[in-house]
């Protein structure tokens, strides 16, 4: 953890509430990117994470408690995620849930589920992870993933593909879930 | 999305697509009871949204435009205004509401 954030943590636990407002501005250009990348990942959205986010902050800067012992960059996204986020994911799609056939749990493990091995590493780690483990798909299953990862649709990579729709489909879904298993081996492993 | 009794790998491409396009509520809005009660009870599922989610952090998020930090900043501050504002008003309140027995008793 750089020596900014170190500092601005530290402010954000002041008893002052003013001082710790203008703490949050240091805090923020600290934190910024990587929490709004973050969030994308269970949102994909980039209007709701901005709306989240500056909940979140604002959430941070009225209960900071959380954060007084946090030590390193890993553990503050962690602390962040448990006790800030999650509420606040919750909450986008509370509204809507009188009308769904999905159980409270589900809607809760969809959209701001329990934390896993491969939710805690970093983006950068991710992404050479995901590189490797992309190599060690069967070619077919990897340009699946790698067309949908365009932005293709799924009759897009049927006809890149030669073959149908429900034929993408539960390629995907077997890629997916062989990409989960090597990418949970190889965090183990790390 | 608009399919009936979609299986289970269908509604995970659809879950996939819902989260790479950003409309999750039209994904949720979407499925009917029978498809609910799938999801709930398929381990794959939930394995493989894991993995949904890492590809879309890793593959999306960043090539999506988020605003700059510097006007972000102002929003923020602009919630812990309002936020203070109202713990003030509420705070003054309650002195108010404690004050006002006293002085019926006086009169």
């Known amino acids: ?190 | 999305m608009s399919d009936i009794n979609r299986t289970i790998e269908e509604l995970l491409v659809d879950y996939a697509g819902a989260l790479r396009d950003g409309c999750i509520p039209v994904f949720l809005k979407s499925l009917t009871r029978e498809e609910g009660r799938r999801i709930a009870s398929s381990r794959g599922f939930w394995d493989a949204t894991e993995a949904v989610r890492i590809l879309n952090s890793v593959g999306f998020a960043d090539k999506v435009l988020f605003p700059k930090v510097s006007l972000f900043i102002s929003r923020v501050d602009a919630e812990i205004v309002s936020r203070l504002k109202k713990a003030r008003a509420s705070s003054r309140r309650k002195r108010s509401a404690r004050a006002r027995p006293l002085t019926k008793t006086k009169e």
């Not at chain 1, 408690?65 to 509370?94: G, H, P």
Request: proline share 2%; aromatic share 8%; charged share 35%.
């Open chain 1, 1 to 190: 953890m750089n020596r900014r954030l170190r500092n601005a943590l530290k402010g954000l636990t002041d008893p002052d509430i003013e001082r710790r407002r203008r703490v949050m501005d240091s805090f923020v250009r600290a934190t910024f990117e990587s929490f709004i990348r973050y969030l994308y990942r269970y949102l994909g959205n980039e209007v709701e994470c901005e709306d989240v986010l500056e909940d979140v902050y604002a959430d941070i800067w009225e209960k900071p408690e959380r954060l007084r012992n946090v030590t390193s960059d890993r553990e503050l996204l962690r602390t962040v995620y448990l006790y800030y986020m999650r509420k606040r994911l919750r909450e986008v799609y509370r509204r809507i849930n009188r009308n769904l056939h999905l159980s409270q749990i589900d809607l809760k493990n969809l959209v701001a589920p329990e934390l896993g091995v491969l939710e805690m590493t970093s983006q950068s780690e991710l992404r050479q992870l995901l590189r490797r483990v992309l190599n060690r798909l069967k070619a077919r299953e990897r340009r699946a993933i790698e067309l949908w990862m365009e932005g293709m649709s799924n009759r897009a990579i049927a006809n890149e593909l030669k073959t149908t729709v429900g034929a993408v489909k539960m390629l995907k879904f077997r890629t997916m879930l062989k990409l989960k298993k090597m990418l949970c081996d190889h965090c183990r492993e790390d």
